[in-house]
Antibody
């Protein structure tokens, strides 16, 4: 069974940093593109970033370019999202998803709240 | 980039059939697969249709997807509606920039 378990969310002040993690199991992690998708409270889904199997290609939505960095550790079956210079508008549930441009499986999400 | 436009809400009675549309603003809908995700209140999204019209294992045959090049749109059809189908539904596609794009979501009410 595919499992994606996110962690690392929490309350952070504007301008602060947070690192999200996603532990994957039940599939061959190193053979899959992976993505982060977020959902602001009461809003729709927004793709944030994706990363190729070997980490050699990464893409970001314009609103996070230069502030967020996606990475992966295939030896640990783990996906990461380093978030710097956080803004109030980054407040959302962040989902880890298997896939690059479409998403076969989703985690349960981790809530990031940016507020003073 | 492009946009995917969905109706904000639809409603139908149990046992009936409902269709949710998703119109692509630019680029051919036939050139890039469309996916559909179901999100029940308080839950993570789940995939109900991938690659335009494929159902993951475990998704009932009542769910079907299609595309229409003439209107540059995709549709999700749910037949034999059940109260458990009440949820938000999102279409999603991509383009050559390797970026995913979601529609705004459609709230399905089964009443």
């Amino acid at each position: 069974e595919v499992q994606l378990v996110e962690s690392g969310g929490g309350l952070v002040q504007p301008g602060g940093s947070l690192r999200l993690s996603c532990a994957a199991s039940g599939f061959t992690f190193s053979s899959n593109w992976m993505s982060w998708v977020r959902q602001a409270p009461g809003k729709g889904l927004e793709w944030v970033a994706n990363i190729k199997q070997d980490g050699g290609e990464k893409y970001y939505v314009d609103s996070v370019k230069g502030r967020f960095t996606i990475s992966r550790d295939n030896a640990k079956n783990s996906l990461y999202l380093q978030m710097n210079s956080l803004r109030a508008e980054d407040t959302a549930v962040y989902y880890c998803a298997r896939g690059g441009v479409f998403y076969y499986s989703w985690g349960q999400g981790t809530l990031v709240t940016v507020s003073s | 980039n492009f946009m995917l436009t969905q109706p904000h809400s639809v409603s139908e009675s149990p046992g009936k059939t409902v269709t949710i549309s998703c119109t692509r603003s630019s680029g051919s809908v036939a050139s890039y697969y469309v996916q559909w995700y179901q999100q029940r209140p308080g839950s993570s999204p789940t995939t109900v249709i991938y690659e335009d019209n494929q159902r993951p294992s475990g998704v009932p045959g009542r769910f079907s997807g299609s595309i229409d090049s003439s209107s540059n749109s995709a549709s999700l059809t749910i037949s034999g509606l059940k109260t458990e189908d009440e949820a938000d539904y999102y279409c999603q596609s991509y383009d050559n920039s390797n970026q995913g794009v979601f529609g705004g979501g459609t709230k399905l009410t089964v009443l």
